[in-house]
C-alpha cells in the first residue's frame, strides 16, 4: 500500500529548499540585483542623508541571511559611518540560528545591531499593534516570503506603513515570466493539495500596490533551476526537488503515478523550461519590486 502524501515540515522545507538553491542560480540572480541597482536604491535614504541622524533601521522578513548581510553591506559602503539597526522577522529557529552564526563569523559589522524576532509576519504585526510600538524603518525587505503568508495584500499595507519618511520596501517575487507562473496558471491540476502555499507572481504584488496608491518599480532579473533530475527514476536529489517544487514530503513516492507523470510533463512544457547541452533548465525568473513610502 503506497502511504498517504503529506506536506513538508518546516524542518524537510528547509532541506528541500537547500536543493532547489544548489541548482538554481537564485542567489546569483540576487547578487547580480544587488550590484546593478541596491547602491542607487539605499542611497536615497532619508535618515541616511541626513547629518543629524546618523542611523538607519532595516527590517528584514525572510530567512536568506547570506543576502540579508550583503544588502546590509551596500548599506554601510554607500552610507559610510551610518548605525545600522537591523531586526530580522523569521519563525524557524534553525534559519535564526544560521543567521546568528553568520553574523559572528562576520567581523565588518560593528555598527550593526541585530535583534532577532522569531515570529511570523502576522504575529510580529499582532505584537507590534498589542504593544502600540510602531517602529519606523528606512528600508524593509521580504525575500520570497509571500508565498506562506495568510493575507498578502494586509501584510505588504501593513510592512508598507512602517516605512519612515522616503523609506522603501523591497519585495523580490516570483515573475511572471517564469516557468513557475506558467505552471501555477495553465497546469495547477499537476500539483497536489499538500502544496500549501499561495501561488502568486509578481503581477498579484503589483495590483495590491496599485490599489493601495503606492508609487512602485519592477526590475526584471533572469534565473534557471536545473531540474534535469527530477525525470531520472530514483534519483534523490530530483526527488527533493520534486518535494519542495510540490510542497510535498516524498512526492515521487507517494504521489499516484500518473499525477507524477502530468507533473513531469507540464515541467517540460516551452512555457515553463528549455533545454540546454542536454540539461533541464526550469526558468526561476525574478522580479524586484521597489516601493516607497
Known amino acids: 500500500m503506497m502511504p498517504a502524501m503529506r506536506s513538508l515540515t518546516a524542518e524537510e522545507y528547509v532541506e528541500a529548499f537547500k536543493s532547489f538553491l544548489e541548482h538554481s542560480t537564485e542567489h546569483q540572480c540576487m547578487d547580480e540585483f544587488n550590484k546593478e541597482q541596491m547602491p542607487n536604491i539605499v542611497a536615497g535614504l532619508c535618515h541616511c542623508r541626513s547629518h543629524k541622524a546618523q542611523r538607519a533601521s532595516v527590517l528584514l522578513g525572510d530567512f536568506l541571511a547570506g543576502v540579508d548581510l550583503k544588502m546590509i553591506r551596500i548599506l554601510q559602503?554607500?552610507?559610510?559611518?551610518?548605525?545600522?539597526?537591523?531586526?530580522?522577522?523569521?519563525?524557524?529557529?534553525?534559519?535564526?540560528?544560521?543567521?546568528?552564526?553568520?553574523?559572528?563569523?562576520?567581523?565588518?559589522?560593528?555598527?550593526?545591531?541585530?535583534?532577532?524576532?522569531?515570529?511570523?509576519?502576522?504575529?510580529?504585526?499582532?505584537q507590534v499593534k498589542e504593544k502600540g510600538t510602531h517602529k519606523k524603518f528606512d528600508f524593509i525587505h521580504m525575500i520570497q516570503m509571500l508565498y506562506r503568508v495568510e493575507d498578502i495584500p494586509n501584510t505588504i499595507k501593513f510592512f508598507h506603513s512602517c516605512l519612515d519618511h522616503h523609506g522603501k520596501l523591497l519585495i523580490i517575487i516570483l515573475s511572471d515570466s517564469s516557468g513557475w507562473a506558467s505552471l501555477w496558471k495553465k497546469h495547477r491540476d499537476c500539483l497536489p493539495a499538500t502544496d500549501s502555499g499561495h501561488y502568486i507572481t509578481s503581477s498579484g504584488i503589483t495590483e495590491v500596490l496599485r490599489r493601495?496608491?503606492?508609487?512602485?518599480?519592477?526590475?526584471?532579473?533572469?534565473?534557471?533551476?536545473?531540474?534535469?533530475?527530477?525525470?531520472?527514476?530514483?534519483?534523490?536529489?530530483?526527488?527533493?526537488?520534486?518535494?519542495?517544487?510540490?510542497?510535498?514530503?516524498?512526492?515521487?513516492?507517494?504521489?499516484?503515478?500518473?499525477?507524477?507523470?502530468?507533473?513531469?510533463?507540464?515541467?517540460?512544457?516551452?512555457?515553463?523550461?528549455?533545454?540546454?547541452?542536454?540539461r533541464v533548465i526550469f526558468s526561476n525568473n525574478l522580479s524586484m519590486i521597489v516601493a516607497e513610502s
Open 212 to 278: 493601495l496608491g503606492v508609487e512602485h518599480r519592477v526590475y526584471e532579473f533572469p534565473s534557471g533551476w536545473d531540474i534535469t533530475e527530477c525525470f531520472i527514476e530514483g534519483d534523490a536529489v530530483g526527488g527533493r526537488m520534486m518535494d519542495f517544487l510540490t510542497g510535498t514530503k516524498n512526492f515521487l513516492g507517494t504521489a499516484p503515478p500518473a499525477l507524477r507523470r502530468r507533473l513531469q510533463e507540464a515541467l517540460s512544457q516551452p512555457e515553463c523550461s528549455s533545454t540546454r547541452d542536454g
Open 77 to 126: 559602503a554607500v552610507h559610510p559611518g551610518v548605525f545600522i539597526d537591523n531586526e530580522i522577522v523569521e519563525p524557524n529557529p534553525q534559519h535564526v540560528a544560521a543567521y546568528k552564526e553568520l553574523v559572528n563569523q562576520a567581523p565588518d559589522l560593528q555598527n550593526v545591531s541585530f535583534i532577532w524576532h522569531q515570529l511570523t509576519s502576522l504575529e510580529y504585526e499582532q
